[in-house]
C-alpha cells in the first residue's frame, strides 16, 4: 500500500484475478473489487451482523472530506498561533538555556 496524493487514503493495487488481503485482514478478490468501483456513484455503508463497520464513498466525496480536514486543521492551527501571540512565550534557545540543553 502506498500513501495517494489525498492525505490520508491509502493506495493499493489490486491484482487481477488474485485475492487481496486488507489491513485488516479482510480478504476480496482484486478483479471483482476493481469492477465494482469503477461504477460507485454513491456511499455505500458496509455492514457486518448488521453493524456499520465502514464505508465506500466516491472520490469526489472523498475530496470534499479531505478539504473539511484541511479547513479544520487550518483554523486550528491560527486559534493556537492566537493563543501563542496573546500569552508569554518563550523562543527556542531561551527554553534550551534554561533547560540546560
Known amino acids: 500500500m502506498k500513501k495517494s496524493s489525498l492525505n490520508s487514503?491509502?493506495?493499493v493495487k489490486l491484482p487481477r484475478g488474485r485475492r487481496v488481503r486488507g489491513d485488516l485482514g479482510v480478504s476480496i478478490n482484486g478483479s471483482e473489487i476493481g469492477k465494482s468501483l469503477q461504477f460507485i456513484s454513491r456511499r455505500m455503508i458496509l455492514t457486518q451482523r448488521g453493524k456499520p463497520v465502514g464505508a465506500i464513498v466516491p472520490l469526489e466525496d472523498l475530496s470534499l472530506l479531505e478539504q473539511t480536514e484541511?479547513?479544520?486543521d487550518a483554523a486550528t492551527y491560527r486559534a493556537a498561533l492566537k493563543?501563542?501571540?496573546r500569552e508569554k512565550t518563550v523562543d527556542w534557545e531561551t527554553l534550551k538555556r534554561e533547560l540546560g540543553l
Request: proline share 0%.
Open 83 to 85: 493563543k501563542a501571540q
Open 70 to 72: 484541511d479547513l479544520r
Open 9 to 11: 487514503a491509502k493506495t
